[in-house]
């Protein structure tokens, strides 16, 4: 898109009208080309992409311009390598599926560029923002003092947690402060407390009383010792929904152990805290409304793009004690109305983007019956999937869904486990995943994405069945799995 520039132009890298239409319908023909491919696409089956790789780390920017559809084309190329993690049959890990409104909402958050670190820049924006993030706090159930923010991730979001449970019951004595996770605690949570300050030794990891969630007397036993010991107890961290089998840590109990000894009580929902908009999610989750804080991922159980992460504080003056700070040169910033917070004082992000607008342009467009309704399909359909393998005798089924994960084994070792994943798939439609629970190795199934339909999970359900039958017939009983 090459332009010259004229009189009274300020830049040559301002299209025309027309270059903008032109663009603008360049790329959505683009878009749609790849949402036609996350209906009806296949995950895996993709090639690599080395060669390519290898030449785009090769490649440098140009110094005369690319025409647009060479630069499309370069993206298509990129794109139809890898794995795609959108498509209907993404069954591993936390599927992110990703939603156009909220791609929308980035073009145009992104043209616009409004600074919403300080509300004062832009209240509007900000107030449309701290709407959405209102909502969020009343949805769990949390007083007026509470406060929302919107984060890079989950990872953000736990850090964002830890730093301010530390100030709030550590400050300045960090070298004595203890943080009790469970054994399927995300990693975020351990990477959170090191860079908080916390070595290994100070974070506790508690015993589980049936190899899934976190003991609440375990938790107690630990903060009584270190108590006794001179320690200072500073945070429990619960699950509300654990990567490995979604299962929901005893939120109730670690809140009544929390509060007992006067420490921070944190919820990780990055996985599960949106089932709380269904009526099974929020029996589920009953306890999440006694934290202190709360991480949430809209980029999973909301679908939206990548790089959406949520924390809800039950006392926003906690955020302010730990991340609020003075500059000079924002000294003309200091008109904004009190009840509109000034994100950059709340967290660590000075410059950031409008988040708000990607969770409220889809929230807006679709309405939260529309999310409910997909977040209840999940529900249904692991536990459909679930019903049918364990009707199965060659299939074991390790954990069932307690929100919309399961795992389970086929015949034979742990080696059978991983030639079963292979050959599940072989046909590259579905993808599932493997991690391990008391010393095995189990495959993993987890249904979150928007895309997966009945069809893609009946499909996922035969080839789990065709490849434990397959690893049945190789003798797998003998090596100690289930029999047939």
């Not at 109305?337 to 000034?342: C, E, G, M, Q, T």
């Not at 299939?395 to 050959?423: C, K, N, Y």
């Amino acid at each position: 898109m090459e332009r010259t520039q004229g009189t009274g132009q300020t830049s040559g890298l301002d299209p025309s009208p027309a270059e903008t239409s032109e663009l603008l319908a360049a790329a959505g023909e683009f878009v749609g080309t790849l949402m036609a491919a996350h209906r009806d696409g296949d995950v895996l089956g993709h090639p690599r992409g080395d060669d390519l790789a290898r030449q785009l780390l090769a490649a440098r920017p140009p110094a005369t311009p690319t025409p647009v559809e060479d630069a499309l084309a370069t993206i298509g190329s990129v794109l139809a390598t890898g794995a795609d993690n959108a498509a209907p049959g993404e069954l591993a890990y936390i599927p992110g599926s990703g939603l156009l409104a909220a791609a929308i909402a980035d073009l145009i958050g992104g043209v616009a560029n409004r600074y919403t670190g300080l509300s004062a820049f832009a209240p509007a924006a900000v107030a449309l923002e701290q709407g959405v993030l209102s909502w969020l706090t009343e949805l769990f159930g949390l007083p007026d003092t509470a406060q929302g923010l919107l984060l890079s991730g989950g990872s953000a979001a736990n850090l964002t947690a830890v730093v301010a449970a530390r100030d709030a019951h550590a400050s300045g004595d960090v070298g004595r402060a203890c943080l009790y996770v469970g054994q399927h605690a995300h990693a975020s949570v351990r990477k959170a407390a090191w860079i908080a300050g916390f070595t290994d030794a100070q974070v506790r990891v508690c015993a589980s009383a049936d190899g899934l969630r976190l003991d609440p007397e375990a938790v107690r036993i630990a903060i009584k010792q270190d108590l006794a010991d001179g320690l200072l107890p500073v945070a429990v961290v619960g699950a509300a929904g654990t990567t490995n089998t979604g299962s929901i840590d005893p939120l109730d109990e670690l809140a009544d152990v929390a509060r007992e000894y006067g420490v921070w009580f944190h919820v990780d929902a990055a996985y599960g805290g949106f089932f709380q908009l269904t009526e099974r999610g929020r029996q589920l989750l009953t306890g999440i409304e006694r934290a202190d804080s709360i991480t949430l991922d809209p980029h999973k159980s909301l679908f939206l793009p990548f790089g959406t992460g949520a924390l809800l504080v039950r006392d926003r003056a906690y955020l302010a004690a730990s991340f609020a700070g003075e500059a000079d040169y924002l000294r003309a910033a200091e008109e904004e109305p009190p009840a509109l917070p000034d994100f950059s004082a709340l967290g660590p992000e000075l410059t950031r983007e409008w988040r708000g607008l990607r969770l409220w342009l889809p929230l807006a467009l679709h309405g939260t019956d529309a999310f409910t309704t997909a977040l209840d399909r999940a529900l249904d359909l692991a536990r459909w999937a679930a019903a049918e393998l364990a009707a199965d005798d060659h299939v074991e089924v390790v954990s069932a869904p307690e929100l919309s994960i399961l795992t389970f084994r086929v015949p034979g070792d742990d080696a059978a486990q991983d030639r079963a994943l292979a050959r599940i798939h072989a046909d590259g439609h579905v993808r599932l995943s493997s991690t391990m629970l008391e010393g095995r190795v189990v495959l993993r199934l987890a249904v979150l994405s928007h895309r997966t339909s009945e069809d893609t999970l009946a499909r996922a359900v035969s080839a789990i069945r065709e490849a434990a039958h397959a690893a049945g017939a190789l003798g797998g009983a003998a090596d100690g799995g289930p029999t047939g």
